[in-house]
Structure formats: C-alpha cells, structure tokens
C-alpha cells in the first residue's frame, strides 16, 4: 500500500425528502445563487422542493449550464455573483452544474488574469467560496469530490481542475430523483461511475486488500443494479444503490493507498471535445482498447477484477484478463452503450493522430498510471477503437 | 436503504515516516498537549520521532492515561489544560488514549457543573478543542471517529460519550508502528475491529447492497491478514491493511443507512467495568451467544456473511447461519482469544443478573437494532457465555 493523505469534509444528506432539510445547511442571511441546466428540474419537481427550502433565503437563479459546462456561459454566472454580491452557491444538477459551481466557487475569489489560467496551470485550488449541491443525476460523483471539468467550446478545450478549495460543504442525494432521469443518461451514470472505478482498480497490485475490495465491491454493486435501474428506475432499492456507488466511486476513498491510470478520461475528454459524444459514451469506446493495448501491464488485475466481479473462475491469468475486457464490453453493451467510435461519427480517419497531437501540444508526454502512455499510445489506442 | 446524514471531516496521514509531517497540521504557535500512556511509546521510537516533529512548538506532556481511559486521570489533565493554557491537544496512542483527549477537548470548554454529566446526558457533543492524533496501535476505529468511551472505577461505570465536535483534526497512520506491539494487542486488535464491522451488519437486511458488500470487504481483509499479522507483525502489507481496516470499520461509513445493533458492546462494556477483562475480549465473550440467542432475528444476515466472508456455500439458511457463527468463534480461538466468561474470572455465576441489574439502572430497556433487547434478555445471554 502506497502512502496517502486523505480528507473529505463533504456533508451528505441521503434518502428520500431530504431536499427540505436543505437550509439547516446554509447560513442564514446568505444571498443565494442557484445554478441549474437546461430545465429538467423545473419538471420533475426538484426546483419547487427546493425553492420551498429555501422560502427564508433571498435566491437569485442562474439557470442554462450546458452538458460539459461551457466556459463561456459560466463566465455570465460570475458576473452575477461579483454584480449582485451572492455569498452561497446552490448547484441543483448533474456534474456538468456542480463541475461549473465548483469552477465558480474558485473564480469568484481568483485573483489572477483571467479564470480560464486556474485550469492550465495544473495547481491546486486551495480556496473557494462555500457552496452546495443538490444532485439530480448520478455519475460523475462530483457531489462528493474536489475535481472539476470545464469544456471551451471556442477553443475545443476540456480541461480539469482540483483541489482542497472546491469540496461541497453539503451534498443532497435524493434517490427518488432517478425514475424522472432518461434512460440514456441512467445508462451514461452506469457506464461512468462505472469506469470510475475501474481506473483507479485497473492499473497493477500493490497489496491494498482493503482498496481493491472495496473497488470490487461498487463494480458488484453496480452490475447488480444497473439491470433494475434500467428498467424501473422507479424502484428506491436499485436507485439509492446506484446512487451511493457513484458518490463512492469518485469521493476519494478508492483512490487512497494505490496508484490510479485515468488515461481513459484522457483520452475520453478529447473525444468529447472533438465531436461532443457524451461523456460516459467516449470512456465506453476507449477503455476496452486501452485494457487490450495495454495487456500485459494490466492482466494482474485484470484477472482479479474477471474473477471477483464477473465471476470468471476457470482459465489462466491471460484467458481470465481477456474475459474481464470482454464482460465489460458487454455491459457497456448492455446498457444500450455503443463502444466504437465510428458508431458515433463518419469522420474518425484521423482522430488517432489528433488526439496524438493534442497530447503533444499539451505536454502531456507520459500519463497513466506507469505515466508512459505516449501521445503515439495514444494514437495506437484510439485507432484500435475505430 | 434508510436515511442518512454523513459527514466525517478527519484529515489522514497513512504511511511510512509520517509523523515527521504532523507539524503542517499545527498551527504555529499553538501550546501543545502532547498525551499518552503507559510509555511503550518511549521504546518503539514513536516519542523521539512526534518529539522531533513537534521542535519548534511549545510542548507539555501528560502520560499515565491507563487502557479503559480513567476519569479520574482525565481530571487531572483537565487541570493542566486550564493551568497551562493549553490550546491544542495531541494523542499518542491507541483507542484509550485517543478516547481520553475527546473527552479532554470537550470538557475544555464544557459549561456544566462537572464533565461526567457529558457520558450521563446522552447529548451529542457539538464543540470541542482542536486535537489530532498519532495512531499506535489499531483498533478502535477512534482515530477517525467522534465517540469515545470512558471509565470510572470508582462507581464502576464505563460509559459512551459521541457527536461532532469531537472528530480529530488529523491523524497519522503509519503501519511500522505494529511491529512492536505485544501479540496479545494486536490480537485484540483484530479481534475488536472485525466485531465493530460485525456490529453494523449482523442485523437484518435493509437492501443496503454496497454498505454490505463494504462491511463483508473490511472482515475478508481483517480475515486474511490476520494470521500474517500474527506471525509477522513487520510485515508491512499485512500492517497496512489491517491498520485501514480498523480505522474503515469505524468511520462511519458503513453504518450509513443501515440498522446497528451496538448491544456486544453494551454487554461488553460491563464484563470490562466489573472485571478489568480486555474490551476485546469482552466482546468475544458475548458475541456467539448474543448471536445463537438472536438467531432468527439475525439468521439472514449471518447467513450471507458466512457465505461471502467463510465461503460457506452449501447447506440452508440456518445450516448457513448457524456455521457463520461458528466460523466467527474459531476466528477468535485462532488469534489466542477465548470466549467464556469462565475462562477469565471464578467469579461469574451472578454476572448474568448483575449485568441485567445494571441494564435496568441505567434505563436500557430495550437496545439492539429492533431496540428489543431488554434487561432480561441481557442476562439469558450473559449466562450463556459464562
């Protein structure tokens, strides 16, 4: 087991009405910024929970965050919080609200030139002004971590920020929110928490029996749910399981002690920002040629993972590793989730080559969890994902 | 599931060497109150190194804290607190010495008329003064938790005290610390921490799918490091996989929404107040017969656990339960714990009654998961453990 440090202050109310207890959480006084997407909760009732939560607060709204939270837009929400003097942010969303919340949170107290530097100096955020979210779409667990993602259209730009800073004071995770969400994006919560797991699991032993068992047993978990979940996300029992597996799949627990890969975001985040296939869809098309390109670094636990999750007991450690890509190729399957990236888009001739480049340009010369995946790896795993 | 809040703001510190980073958790300036035991901590290096990494702070010690932490003692550290205005508090210890410096931070600025009112009110503890702690023998989970337990031998109480003001700041976890402590130590170690899981598991199923798949990782960890851990306590994967487990058993993370049962603790709590015997062993004592007494309140529960920690794979559901029972009894025969009261003391054919009594005094009338454990029962289990 590798060394760590570990903190996670994030306050979680969990189950079924707890959007009403909302305000025991907030300070009173505050001036409240609430940030939404693209309406969703104006249908399903969680907009009307949580404005009568907040009766007692004087609330300004912000609503229109897109899917991969665009620069531009969350550049208009803080400039209503810097006009209109807002002392608490409320993401009411999925992670694309909470990623842009947490960009705000940070941008509201950045001194430097412009925001858009706190993504590209790859430092940590170590400040930010206090904020909380209410999730209404389970997978990225970005309710419950320090990271954030923010795309620039304009420049075809995705790009990652973290740090102490952007934790949410409190998380609201309300598993009845489910059986309103479409069923593409329940798949896409599936498939993402999904491989959330997988790379910080997939990558080599280091003898953390607790880390890896505790990996194991959110992939269980969610294998065992998604079927349910897919079919009637109605049922509380699969939803609250799902959704706790996603906040436990990305809140840092897993992650302790062993070393992580993460080149599938990597790779995944270009492919977003190149065609604009859905988050969780791109992770889906690289992970399988990644395990498979990367065979032999990889078999251990790959093995292991066939074995514990898939239930994968005859063979040698190769045919067990091979059988553990392709029981994770079907359930992407399964979920009606496409793992080729010319499902997705006629025009993927060259998409090796730019992401190759695109890694260049960045300096991002060695990454994963060996850090020496190459941006000409890079081209070679994307390829095999045509 | 049921309803949860969860919040758990303690910084951890796991590794090799990192005591030497205890100072960045400090602030400067702070007049440290450095506590400990009976000194094992001067012979393992563990003093010279918190000495070192303290250099530049003001220090005063307080060593003497006895295992089962005295209240008595605890006064008189009380008054070098106040004395010496004191401002930070540091533990260097194990559960007792952890237990004693939460007590000591809240009663630091408790208002009442004398601090043990703060074990007798049942009221969570809501403030506390600041305090880490430098982990020297895994166990009780304490280090990251926000109850602590505290004895008075003078009316031969032992008593429960809880609530968010008393998490630690910081802990430091380094796993070399295991070597040097006493087989029987660790023994109970084990012994204690895998019944902690078992406290919050052994009950009835509530379709909490994750928190028991993590509590069935915690005990297959704890069962499979144990031997080595026994035979070899240098061996520092075996070390760190029980030290995170101790701490993961106890955290609060596995008790989220589900039911706890808590009662091998209540039980065992007296056989320590009335006979000295070692808490884990207490709970060793109690457990198989609270378990065959309860068994088929509990016999769902136990047979899951048999199957998927004892690989108990054939047979019936009772034939399941009845063999995880046995199974937990011979885990702790295997690290050298017996498991009647007889074995320990001549003096037990009225602890049945006297336990019962004391249940009654104090108004537990009904504890457990289903909160139907009565005083009665207290005895019919007691008197099948002697």
């Known amino acids: 087991m590798n060394n760590f440090q570990f903190k996670n202050p994030t306050s979680i109310l969990f189950g079924k009405g707890q959007i009403k207890n909302l305000s025991a959480e907030i300070k009173k006084e505050s001036k409240i910024l609430m940030l939404y997407g693209g309406g969703s909760i104006k249908r399903n009732g969680v907009y009307d929970q949580v404005k009568e939560a907040l009766a007692d607060y ?3 709204e912000f609503g229109g965050i897109p899917s991969n939270p665009e620069y531009s837009t969350l550049l208009e929400a803080l400039k209503v919080i810097k006009e209109q003097h807002i002392d608490f942010l409320l993401a009411v969303g999925g992670g694309s609200v909470i990623d842009g919340t947490k960009f705000l949170s940070a941008a509201a107290l950045y001194t430097g030139d412009t925001p858009w530097d706190m993504l590209t100096a790859n430092k940590p955020i170590t400040e930010g002004m ?16 320090s990271g954030a993602v923010i795309t620039r259209r304009e420049i075809k730009e995705k790009l ?3 740090g102490p800073g952007i934790f949410p004071q409190f998380s609201v995770l309300d598993p009845e929110v489910i059986k309103s969400i479409p069923l593409r994006q329940l798949a896409n919560g599936l498939a993402d928490s999904f491989t959330h ?5 997939i990558t080599y032993p280091t003898g953390a ?11 269980q978990t969610i294998v065992e749910v998604a079927p349910t979940v897919m079919k009637d996300p109605s049922d509380y029992q699969a939803a609250s399981n799902f959704m706790w597996s996603c906040t436990m799949a990305l809140n840092g627990l897993i992650q302790q ?15 977003t920002a190149l065609y604009g296939i859905d988050h969780a869809r791109t992770l889906a098309i690289v992970l399988p040629s990644h395990y498979r390109y990367h065979f032999e670094a990889k078999k251990l636990k790959l093995a292991q993972y066939a074995e514990r999750v898939w239930n994968v007991n005859t063979g040698t450690i190769e045919e067990k590793a091979k059988a553990g890509i392709d029981k994770t190729e079907d359930f992407f399957h399964s979920l009606g989730i496409k793992t080729k990236l010319s499902e997705y888009t006629d025009d993927y001739s060259e998409t090796g080559t730019i992401v190759s480049d695109r890694f260049t340009q960045r300096g991002w010369l060695g990454i994963g969890e060996h850090g020496t995946l190459t941006p000409a790896d890079a081209k070679k795993i994307i390829e095999m994902s045509y």
Chains 1, 2 share one sequence.
């Open 58 to 60: 004087e609330v300004i």
């Open 130 to 145: 206090p904020f909380g979210t209410v999730l209404t779409l389970p997978a990225t667990g970005s309710e419950m971590n």
């Open 160 to 162: 990652a920020m973290m």
């Open 197 to 201: 797991v997988l790379e910080q699991y």
């Open 209 to 219: 029996i607790l880390q890896d068992h505790f990996a194991e047993s959110i992939l």
């Open 257 to 271: 002690g062993v070393p992580g890969d993460w080149a599938v975001h990597g790779m995944g985040h270009e492919l």
